[in-house]
């Protein structure tokens, strides 16, 4: 259970009127704890101090609140120096099991447990609100998938994983959807319509729109990859051979039984495809919540222009106030980049609801036999037609059979590959290597009289005969 891994005064510093203070000073010792260069988790009390130290510093703190649990000596007697107030934090640290102390001969030691190490990590991730990738969370997905059905003896435990970005990534689109709510709820109790507008800018445009729902409206859409992921879960779910090679993995791993570790592989199988097969219904919710806080947020806009008298008109004298300037006195206009109020994609005009495509039937497009049959005679004339310098060569050795020599008029020409193949025999060095190669292995000998070869084709006579 939580409370029997977490100190029960752990929170204590949280509750109390100085909570922003320990809230600092354990984010900046976040930093010391979690360094990635740092080999020895227990860092010098001196160190520690020091941190604590400098945070009040920055922080400014020049006021104490009495808090819960201090004595009335404590409470009497409060902090009047920096040295004082780090004392007076730390010790407060130590006692509700923020910090362990460890003594090594005369040097003290601080550290955190794991469940405290974990938790201040979480703490810190929360603060931080970091930016989630909706690509990288699918290709994780894939990659682990990827690797699992490639060599399950040997790699199968990045199943496991596969299974948990799955959950990670499934959780926090529920979080997006219940941030879309709250701020629509948000919205809804708020009366001042510049209030409003604000809002919707600050958190939904800001936090929301551009950091995780334009990632599902661009081109490089993430769940490109949900189908192939699919199909690989459904193959994997119907090769036994795959199945039982994972499960052997994960009884070696995690020291089960079969049973258990077949039933774990099967268990995170139908996880993933879970997640992977509401992911448009769940799309569907978040959309439908960015549809109606849209217009309501466009609805406000329109009744502010309507509750301001005069409005157009003053607009209007205004526009033609600046036509009668100098262009060279206007000054560039540099607001209007990111919110355009008199654009069509302005937030008058919001994005209009997304509709659904129904399915159809996609047919196969019967092709005419005729066609067929006269691309694949083009496809053999063309094949017959072409040069290569293995067919002249198969051509000249075919007629110098026995023969130690061959004359022009010597040489039949029987078919199309013939004729090609006579043409081509005279120039065989302007066919590229290959062709020099094949000319290298004959020597030929050209006279001044002309014949006429097969009554198809009137040349310089020759002579041909294989090199030595």
């Known amino acids: 259970m939580l409370f029997n891994k977490l100190p029960e005064d752990l929170f204590v510093p949280f509750s109390g009127l100085n909570r922003h203070i320990y809230q600092a000073v354990l984010l900046d010792l976040a930093e010391q704890f979690f360094d990635e260069d740092l ?4 860092v010098p009390k001196d160190l520690v101090r020091s941190a604590i130290e400098d945070t009040v510093i920055k922080l400014g703190v020049r006021r ?31 006692a509700t099991g923020w910090l362990e102390e460890e003594q090594r001969i005369y040097r003290t030691f601080v550290l955190l447990t794991p469940a405290i190490s974990y938790l201040l990590r979480t703490l810190v991730m929360i603060n931080d609100l970091e930016k989630r990738s909706y690509g990288g969370a699918v290709l994780n997905v894939l990659s682990s998938l990827e690797a699992a059905i490639k060599d399950p003896a040997g790699r199968g435990i990045t199943l496991q994983e596969a299974a948990q970005t799955a959950a990670d990534f499934s959780a926090h689109l529920t979080d997006m959807m219940l941030g879309l709510r709250e701020l629509k709820i948000s919205l809804a109790a708020t009366s001042n319509p510049q209030e409003i507008v604000r809002n919707f800018f600050d ?33 994997l779910q119907f090769d036994p ?11 070696e791993q995690f020291e089960i039984s079969f049973d258990d570790a077949d039933a774990m592989v099967h268990r995170h199988i139908n996880r993933i495809v879970r997640i992977f097969e509401s992911v448009d219904q769940r799309l569907a ?11 309501r947020v466009a609805d406000t806009v329109r009744y502010m222009d309507k509750t ?20 060279r006195k206007i ?26 495509t129904q399915p159809r039937v996609i047919r196969q497009p019967e092709i005419d036999p005729r066609v067929l049959e006269m691309r694949q005679l083009f496809k053999e004339y063309k094949a017959r037609r072409e040069v290569k310098p293995e067919n002249i060569e198969l051509y000249v050795e075919r007629h ?29 060095r302007s066919l590229g290597k290959k062709g020099r190669g094949t000319a290298n292995k004959y020597e030929i000998k050209f006279e001044d009289t002309y014949v006429n070869v097969a009554d198809m084709v009137e040349c310089r006579d020759f002579s041909i005969q294989r090199k030595v």
């Open 241 to 251: 051979l795959k199945l039982e090679k994972l499960a052997k993995h994960y009884q």
């Open 285 to 295: 919710t978040i959309d439908d919540f960015r549809y109606r806080l849209e217009k």
């Open 203 to 235: 958190r939904f445009v800001a936090h929301i729109l551009v950091s995780d729902y334009k990632t599902l409206k661009t081109k490089n859409n993430p769940f490109r990859f949900r189908r192939q992921i699919l199909t690989m879960l459904r193959e």
């Open 64 to 94: 104490w609140e009495p808090e819960a649990g201090e004595t009335d000596e404590e409470i009497k007697e409060l902090p009047r120096s920096t040295a004082e107030y780090t004392n007076r934090i730390y010790r407060r640290l130590v």
């Open 308 to 327: 301001t008298p005069g409005m157009s008109a003053r607009l209007s004298r205004l526009i033609t106030d600046v036509s009668k300037l100098d262009a």
């Open 331 to 356: 000054p560039k206009l540099n607001t209007l980049e990111t919110v355009s109020f008199i654009a069509p994609g302005s937030v008058r005009s919001p994005i209009r609801r997304r509709v659904e």
């Open 39 to 42: 080999v020895d988790p227990f």
């Open 400 to 428: 110098l059979l026995g023969k130690a020599s061959i004359k022009a008029a010597d040489f039949t020409i029987d078919c199309i590959e013939d004729y090609i193949c006579f043409s081509y025999l005279r120039h065989m």
